[in-house]
């Protein structure tokens, strides 16, 4: 489960209190505005006939010449998205505004539509009045196993709530009378992910939680629900839908920024981080509002036991005992930020803080955000240069137009790299542009590596997007060992636009395109497209991320103990894997005298050293297990000195240090 974020501030007594009784009365103010779901209905629905009509249009447009994955799509679900908005389209024309059907129905097929390609990045954005609402119940329920197979354990409940026997731990057993298991799966396929785990994960994320710009409202007023309480007896409760205002994006979508450009998000997941945050952590909301959107001005504690950080909604940092060792435990929740370099350096610094003996990076439930914040990361734990994802556009007039508009650079979102091969593609027949990477390889190797302990990485099925593109890069590097909750990961390979930026691109900078094929939509609505499709890198050079994910080198099975007692059971495998990696040290001290540079080299698990200064070699050295100094002559201060470290013929770690 995603751990409890208390946040203690490392200031005074009295401005612990304070800032307790803001968040108290904050969250009372939060659920006193929350409506229920027949009110908040009630008032919704404001579309013309003419206003569907264009959004039915919009969407064909999207779909038909900037959805990259629609050969994709098409070929592995069978699915003909474009047939099924013509024929929409068609019996709009039967209609007038006195006999269109109600908005929900509308609202109802276009969501179908774009959720019958199983891609989270490509989705229809309902507009106001469910735009920035969420629906909700007042509980979390997930998933753990046991001997006697599968089970559903109520994990987190809103401030305030209550209900007989009810609470962490009380085990749902039904769901509106259907199984709870059956439920989730039903569910599931109705807000399809990319593989059959991905479906089970929202499904019942989805069951209690639903983000109403992406997801249509329930079908039901209330759910009726079956458990076993705390006390093992039988119970039922009825709870009301209810509605309220979710925070707001940490980006602003549409705008034309290397950010908005360069996003892999599942914007189904972030929704739903936003609202658990909203729900269930105000503290760290409260935190964040602050300063910036994911940043505090001083780092503050997330919990008894963790480290500070000036980015509570982002990190958690902490040692954990198991039983095969002390480890340090990095969840990261998402990648959503503005600043992916003060991303990185914060990892670098959390990181440094832990134990070095090895590190568990938890990405669970973390649906992506800037990508190059997810690679400019990878480089930190591993000596290997870092090959960043590359990306295709599909081949159609519409992306050339506007890679042409943008090939040398003017707005600030740089589109030279794939024009060339795009103003081909008519004459070639491709059916993509030239694959190049979205994260400047640059900057995923200007720092190197800085945490030299072995690595493993924590994923699940809600893992998506550029928390995919992280998990494919941690493998396809070999940086460390994938343990999966789940058989998969979310299977999202994309970057993905909107049609409000597709639109700015073709207008900015001035004069805009008079004859482009964008149209502003009503009311708030929009639409979101995988634009440039992932490939891998290494041994699987070429192979899509989306419909196929990452998979994990093993697999541990949430428990009870883990939902209910912070990850102990996950976290005991995790530090069984770690325990049994290679350790290595790399000590690398430096002094000069004059123009002579003395290297220290100390090293455990390496048995060779290769010197380079500003990446020309030096020297290389055979290490017996003692320290050994060597002699430079002729260093200029500021150079760059770098040390390979070797064990039998393998590049194991690598440090840099300016002289």
Request: charged fraction near 20%.
């Amino acid at each position: 489960m995603t751990e409890p974020r208390k946040t203690v501030t490392k200031k005074t007594a009295a401005r612990k209190t304070v800032a307790r009784k803001g968040s108290r009365a904050t969250r009372q103010d939060q659920q006193a505005a929350a409506v229920p779901l027949p009110q908040f209905l009630a008032g919704a629905g404001s579309l013309t006939l003419a206003q569907r009509k264009l959004l039915v249009d919009q969407s064909l447009l999207l779909l038909g010449e900037n959805y990259v994955h629609l050969p994709l799509k098409a070929a592995m679900h069978a699915v003909n998205p474009l047939q099924r908005l013509r024929v929409l389209r068609a019996r709009m024309e039967r209609q007038t505004d006195a006999t269109m059907e109600a908005e929900w129905i509308f609202h109802r097929s276009m969501s179908s539509v774009f959720h019958s390609v199983r891609d989270l990045h490509t989705n229809y954005l309902l507009p106001a009045p469910f735009a920035g609402k969420v629906a909700y119940l007042p509980f979390m329920i997930e998933k753990c196993f046991d001997t006697d197979g599968e089970h559903y354990l109520i994990t987190r409940t809103v401030t305030g709530y209550s209900a007989p026997q009810f609470g962490p731990g009380a085990e749902v057993t039904h769901w509106n009378g259907t199984p709870i298991a059956r439920a989730a799966a039903l569910n599931g396929a109705i807000f399809a992910g990319s593989n059959e785990a991905a479906n089970l994960a929202r499904g019942l994320e989805s069951l209690t939680l639903r983000p109403l710009v992406i997801q249509a409202p329930p079908d039901e007023d209330w759910v009726t629900l079956s458990y076993t309480g705390l006390d093992g007896s039988s119970q039922e409760l009825r709870e009301q839908w209810k509605v309220t205002t979710n925070l707001p994006p940490m980006t602003d979508l549409d705008a034309i920024s290397e950010t908005s450009a360069s996003l892999g998000l599942d914007l189904d997941s972030d929704e739903k981080s936003r609202a658990k945050k909203s729900l269930y952590v105000r503290e760290v909301v409260d935190l964040e509002r602050e300063a910036s959107a994911s940043a505090v001005a001083a780092p503050v504690a997330v919990g008894a036991a963790d480290l500070p950080t000036t980015m509570p909604g982002v990190f958690r940092a902490r040692a954990v005992t198991t039983a095969h060792g002390t480890f340090g435990h990095l969840r990261i929740f998402t990648f959503s930020v503005t600043d992916p370099v003060g991303f990185r350096d914060e990892f670098v610094r959390l990181a440094a803080a832990l134990p070095q003996e090895g590190l568990i990076v938890d990405v669970r439930d973390n649906g992506g955000g800037h990508i190059y914040a997810s690679e400019f990361t990878l480089q930190t734990m591993t000596p290997r240069r870092i090959t960043p994802e590359p990306v295709q556009f599909i081949s159609s007039p519409l992306n050339l137009r506007i890679c042409r508009r943008h090939k040398d650079n003017p707005a600030g979102i740089d589109l030279g790299p794939w024009f060339d091969s795009l103003d081909l593609a008519t004459e070639t027949g491709a059916a993509f542009s030239a694959a190049k990477p979205i994260t400047p390889e640059a900057g995923a190797n200007e720092l190197g590596q800085t945490y030299y302990g072995p690595v493993v990485l924590v994923t699940d099925a809600r893992c998506y997007s550029a928390t995919d593109i992280f998990a494919a890069g941690f493998a396809d590097h070999e940086i460390g060992t994938i343990l999966g909750v789940d058989d998969n990961t979310g299977a999202g390979g994309a970057n993905v636009w909107t049609h409000g930026l597709l639109a700015t691109l073709l207008n900015e900078p001035p004069p805009a395109d008079p004859t482009s094929p964008y149209v502003a939509l009503p009311n708030g609505a929009n639409l979101r497209v995988a634009i440039r499709r992932t490939l891998r890198v290494g041994e699987l050079s070429g192979t899509p991320v989306e419909d196929v994910g990452v998979r994990p080198h093993a697999i541990h099975r949430m428990t009870r103990a883990d939902l209910l007692s912070g990850n102990t059971d996950l976290l005991d495998a995790a530090g069984a894997i770690l325990a049994g990696m290679p350790q290595r040290r790399l000590d690398v001290t430096t002094s000069m005298t004059g123009t002579t540079l003395t290297v220290g080299l100390d090293v455990d698990g390496i048995d060779r050293v290769d010197l380079y200064l500003d990446d020309r070699p030096i020297s290389s050295e055979d290490l017996a297990g003692a320290p050994i100094a060597i002699e430079i002559l002729d260093v200029t201060p500021g150079q760059l000195l770098r040390a390979d470290a070797f064990d039998a013929g393998v590049l194991v770690a690598s440090r840099r240090v300016y002289v």
